[in-house]
């Protein structure tokens, strides 16, 4: 493990630790205001919501441009809501649940190489969070029936890519403030 985080500076590690709590930080709020809409749809809350803080897994990996930033930012994310009781933890699970949709941005932008760092990159990315952490969400807790399951999905897919297109704005305009990296 030490090798793997020799590999990222104090500076990326500071940047992976602020978007994991500030992912966890949004959650409570986010989640119940998106209830309102989806819960007589029965599409759970988190499935509509989660683009908002989806995106801090891809905010995290877009400024640091390390795989397995993701990771380490849904490890974070997990070991927080265990270790504090917040919003959204599940326990021993939370470990999966948190971590998967981190794994599979870092598998997403091997894939995609270079291209992850475009908002078609940054859409899909949050698309492969969202649907991963409500896929995973619906087979542990709900156990929703196929089409409700559908219409969770496809607000997860819609979130997630419209979160990964804000990570990716947000990126843009740090990037044009000056390469903070270079400094």
């Known amino acids: 493990m030490s090798k793997f985080l020799n590999k990222f500076s104090m500076f990326e590690l500071v940047v992976i630790s602020l978007t994991a709590a500030l992912g966890i930080a949004i959650k409570p709020i986010i989640v119940p205001l998106v209830h309102i809409i989806t819960g007589p749809l ?47 933890n599940h326990g021993a699970i939370s470990i999966i649940t948190y971590t998967v949709p981190g794994i599979l941005i870092d598998i997403g932008a091997k894939l995609l190489g270079n291209k992850f760092i475009t908002p078609a990159g940054f859409f ?36 997630g890519g ?22």
Do not use: C, E
């Not at 649907?131 to 089409?147: A, E, H, K, Y």
């Open 124 to 159: 899909i990315l949050g698309l492969l969070a969202n649907i991963s952490g409500t896929m995973l969400s619906n087979m542990v807790f709900f156990r929703l029936p196929l089409i409700p399951l559908l219409l969770s999905l496809s607000a997860a897919s819609l979130s």
């Open 42 to 88: 029965y599409i759970p809350g988190g499935a509509a919501a989660g683009g908002f803080y989806m995106l801090w897994l891809v905010l995290g990996l877009g400024l640091t441009k390390k795989i397995g930033t993701g990771s380490l930012i849904g490890i974070t994310q997990a070991l927080l809501v265990i270790i504090t009781g917040a919003y959204g």
């Open 162 to 183: 419209l979160g990964g297109l804000i990570a990716y704005n947000i990126v843009k305009t740090i990037r044009k403030q000056g390469d903070i990296y270079d400094k």
